[in-house]
């Protein structure tokens, strides 16, 4: 019999979203899951190993934007489910291409990309998300839904002493992330959702810091740039989500 401290959780848990959740870059990848880079060391297989819940499905996959949850992944939920975690937003913006302008090209490039991806995140983002959480909310009409959004990339105080993109890219990656972020919350407060925001818990373990828990700039493994490491998800999103989660 599990003790008190040790309880099986209650909720039937469904995760959602992108590689984020489904934690691409963390390693151990979960052979059925293919393409979709899903983790046993990401957040949400994390989650549902230390709490037991009912039921545990992840449909994240790497790589989705709002469509793809609304079209693979939302089918997963039920009004059994009790508990979603999502992290979706930076494929819609297109962050895979404008991180390949910034590592692959020049300083104006970049900055153009991600004034491109700033001006999508204001004017055409808000509409997706909401469509999303509002089709979460009928499918799942008795679960608790927790946003989560992403972190700052780049530890500027640290900049000078790292190798790499300039300042002026990192700056603006970074309040990229920021407009994201502040999307995300927007949504998931109109819809009555949870948005559980993990800057503070990356804060001092971002790019140019010692203890980085997300992958760096590798032009021989792009798809893994920027994303949390297995530290990352263990000590970065999951301490987070467990707090949402309730």
């Not at 373990?205 to 893994?224: P, R």
Request: proline share 3%; net charge negative; glycine share 8%.
């Amino acid at each position: 019999m599990a003790t008190a401290a040790h309880a099986a959780s209650p909720d039937s848990y469904v995760a959602l979203g992108d590689s984020y959740s489904s934690g691409l870059g963390a390693g151990d990848y979960i052979l059925s899951s293919g393409s979709c880079d899903r983790s046993a060391k990401a957040y949400p297989e994390q989650w549902a190993g230390a709490n037991s819940p009912v039921s545990f499905v992840s449909a994240a996959c790497a790589g989705a934007t709002t469509a793809d949850v609304l079209s693979s992944q939302v089918s997963a939920l039920s009004a059994s489910t009790t508990l979603v975690s999502i992290t979706i937003g930076g494929n819609d913006a297109g962050f895979s291409s404008v991180m390949e302008t910034c590592v692959l090209t020049s300083t104006s490039s970049c900055l153009n990309a991600i004034a491109a991806a700033e001006a999508f995140i204001t004017t055409q983002l808000p509409d997706r998300l909401n469509q999303t959480l509002q089709t979460i909310a009928a499918d799942a009409p008795n679960a608790r839904v927790v946003v989560l959004g992403y972190p700052e990339l780049y530890d500027l105080s640290q900049s000078s002493f790292c190798i790499g993109l300039s300042t002026s890219d990192r700056i603006a990656l970074n309040r990229g992330a920021d407009e994201l972020d502040g999307a995300l919350q927007a949504a998931a407060q109109a819809n009555n959702d949870t948005f559980a925001d993990v800057r503070g818990r990356f804060a001092g373990h971002e790019i140019c810091d010692s203890g980085s828990w997300l992958h760096s700039v590798d032009i021989f493994a792009l798809s893994s740039s920027y994303h949390p490491t297995a530290a990352g998800q263990d000590q970065g999103y999951l301490p987070v989500f467990t707090g949402a989660a309730g």
